[in-house]
């Protein structure tokens, strides 16, 4: 079973299958916290685990009330997705 943790002491989330690492979402603290990297071992692509990963962060951020931007694409997109609005 997959495990997705934050890990503040590192400013990242990371996910893993058992013991080994299988993917990393990494921040840096500025004005706010700025999402520049996130990576899922291939092996396990298509799985939704950079989502998670970086779920893990936003919500973290969130509750620190820190503001969230991103500089990884994957993660841009991920974070404008969410701030779209309903259309009906």
Known sequence: MLDVRFEPENDRSAA???AKNIGVCE???ADGWCIVHTYTDPAY???????????CVAEAAAAAGAPL???CSYAQRWLEKRQETPRG
């Open 27 to 29: 921040f840096v603290r």
């Open 69 to 71: 931007t991103a500089t």
């Open 16 to 18: 893993y299958d058992g």
């Open 45 to 55: 692509g298509g799985q939704g685990v950079a989502g998670r990963l970086v779920a």
